[in-house]
């Protein structure tokens, strides 16, 4: 038998065995999983984009009002 694999949790570090056993891996519980989900909608999370692409695509989108 093989040991389980074990990973942090992303939120708090705490140890999560990853399988069924762990319902919310790679989160070690419901809150911390929801945590996270905040900080996406916060945009405190983003994942980088290529500006190259960001501008070619940018001219699509009507432009921003700032309000």
């Given at each position: 038998?093989?040991?389980?694999?074990?990973?942090?949790?992303?939120?708090?570090?705490?140890?999560?065995?990853?399988?069924?056993?762990?319902?919310?891996?790679p989160?070690?519980?419901?809150?911390?999983?929801?945590?996270?989900?905040?900080?996406?909608?916060?945009?405190?999370?983003?994942?980088?984009?290529?500006?190259?692409?960001?501008?070619?695509?940018?001219?699509?989108?009507?432009?921003?009002?700032?309000?």
């Open positions: 038998m093989t040991n389980p694999t074990v990973v942090a949790c992303p939120t708090c570090g705490a140890p999560v065995e990853w399988g069924p056993q762990s319902p919310n891996r989160f070690c519980c419901e809150r911390c999983k929801l945590i996270d989900l905040g900080a996406w909608a916060a945009e405190e999370h983003a994942i980088p984009g290529n500006p190259l692409e960001d501008d070619v695509f940018s001219e699509d989108q009507p432009p921003r009002s700032m309000h």
